[in-house]
């Protein structure tokens, strides 16, 4: 048996099924990025809402490949979210989706379905590169997906074209804009989200740049759950305890977050009562948990990745981890503006905590993906910050200097690293060399996708970047962690 609407009422007993009639909902939201955080998050809250409320199920959207729309489509869209801790827990489908696009095999009928007036957002997870920014954050117009959606307007493929294209289509028919909201691990993500599309609209129609500017809402919002990629295991597992066939489940931890400003001129579902916090303004929020969880994750997949750790959790476990990341938390936290009523040094305890789950199966090469992507916003913004207090950050030094040798590609067993990124090219060529191990921190720090020109020209930086370098190098990832890091 394969899991579909039919199948539902045969599934084993246990299993939780959506709490509302998945064929009588309709598409009150475009979602860009249908992939397994998406899936695991968003369309998890909303699902738990649809009961109170059908309006609001969501069209998924894949910017390319059809591989999670033709898994989907045979078990009416429906999958299994299967939450992990080492404790049994019975599996939930969730049934938030009213069908799958494929953006690149029909833009002009996505474009039609999002200017539907039926949709009042458009919300989106498609990863930090998703958004063809270049030095300094701001849109790339040499991308090469920006370029293509320029010379060829009718079928736009990048997000900020999307956007554009189907905001456009809203304006010229006199329907009020949809709300964007984006979910990805950037700062100020909603803003941010919102400046690309001014900056695509602003190269093809001025006026439309004007009009995005001032009447669309993109609210910011801090979404949190860890979800590893699904696995043939996690596939095999979950038929078992279905009793169906599922082509696409999906696993993440039980803890969830998501903090969300209230910005919504259209409405919105009421995520609130599924435990979405609403907030007026998210970046305390964003900060808190970009430096404090995806920095420290970012600093454990590369030692990890250098080390033979294939998993958070075994990197989490090995000597000397535990008490770098918290130093890592706790050097990064003077940074922060902590959100009222958050006990910081609680969020750290939890943090670590939810990374040595050892039913997840993070990998560390996963997390290790498109560094040039990431770094900014979860070490490198903290370390400006410290330099700016007079402080010089040993740990973020360490994390920094781990990605450089994880960069040139070869593990501390001589194994070989592949680099997936979309600076690839440049990063190995500048984390290689030549020159001293500060020429070589130099070189990285000047890579314009990073925005870091001004720590490439800080001393005491670089000092701290190569002497860690050097460190690795000499005594391995494991060697470093021996001292908790603090080796000399
Ligand atoms: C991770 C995140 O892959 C990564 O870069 O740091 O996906 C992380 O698991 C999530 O942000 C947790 O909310």
């Known amino acids: 048996m394969r899991l579909s609407r039919k199948a539902l009422a045969h599934l084993a007993r246990g299993v939780a099924r959506p709490g509302h009639d998945p064929a009588a909902i309709c598409t009150g939201i475009v979602h860009l990025g249908i992939g397994a955080f998406h899936r695991a998050h968003f369309a998890a809250y ?28 045979p078990q009416d869209f429906l999958y299994t979210l299967s939450l992990r801790d080492g404790s049994a827990r019975a599996p939930r489908v969730i049934g938030a989706h009213t069908g799958i696009l494929v953006a690149l095999e029909d833009p002009a009928a996505l474009i039609a379905r999002m200017a539907a007036s039926e949709v009042a957002i458009v919300s989106i997870t498609v990863t930090e ?137 259209l409405g919105r579902p009421e995520w609130e009562a599924a435990g979405v916090t609403l907030v007026a303004d998210v970046q305390p929020w964003e900060e808190m948990k970009l430096r404090l969880l995806n920095g420290s994750h970012s600093a454990i997949a590369y030692l990890g990745q250098l080390a033979g750790w294939e998993t958070v959790a075994e990197a989490i476990a090995a000597p000397g981890m535990v008490s770098l990341v918290a130093a890592l938390m706790a050097e990064v936290a003077p940074t922060l503006s902590i959100p009222v009523d958050v006990d910081v040094a609680g969020y750290c305890r939890a943090v670590l905590a939810r990374f040595a789950n050892p039913a997840l199966k993070h990998r560390t090469a996963q997390i290790a993906t498109d560094g040039s992507q990431k770094l900014p916003q979860r070490l490198l913004q ?21 990605f450089i040798r994880f960069c040139q590609g070869c593990a501390d067993d001589g194994s070989v690293l592949p680099l997936s990124d979309p600076e690839a090219a440049s990063l190995r060529a500048r984390a290689s060399g030549p020159g001293t191990s500060a020429d070589i921190v130099r070189g990285v720090l000047e890579l314009p996708a990073l925005g870091t020109t001004d720590l490439a020209r800080d001393e005491a930086f670089v000092g701290a970047v190569a002497t860690a370098l050097e460190v690795l190098a000499r005594s391995g990832a494991q060697g470093v962690l021996g001292d908790g890091g603090r080796k000399k």
């Open 46 to 73: 909303t699902d738990a809402v649809l009961g109170c409320d059908p309006r609001w199920g969501i069209l998924g959207v894949s910017l390319r490949h059809a591989d999670v729309r033709d898994a989907l489509a």
């Open 382 to 402: 903290p370390a400006r910050a410290l330099l700016k207090q007079g402080y010089l950050p040993g740990r973020i030094a360490l994390a920094v200097a781990a």
């Open 129 to 265: 590169k998703g958004y063809c920014r270049g030095a300094g954050g701001e849109l790339d117009a040499t991308h090469p997906d920006i370029a293509s959606d320029l010379a060829a307007p009718g079928r736009p493929k990048s997000v900020p074209g999307l956007l554009a294209a189907a905001l456009a289509a809203r304006r010229r028919s006199g329907a009020a804009p949809f709300t964007v909201v984006c979910c990805d691990n950037l700062s100020h993500n909603g803003a941010m989200t919102g400046r690309i599309v001014s900056q695509f609209a602003a190269l093809t129609e001025p006026d439309l740049a004007e009009w995005i500017a001032d009447e669309v809402s993109f609210p910011s919002s801090m979404v949190d759950r860890i979800v590893p990629a699904t696995t043939a295991e996690d596939r095999a597992e979950i038929e078992a305890a279905l009793g169906a066939e599922d082509a696409w489940p999906v696993i993440a931890e039980p803890f969830t977050q998501w903090v969300l400003e209230d910005r919504f001129p």
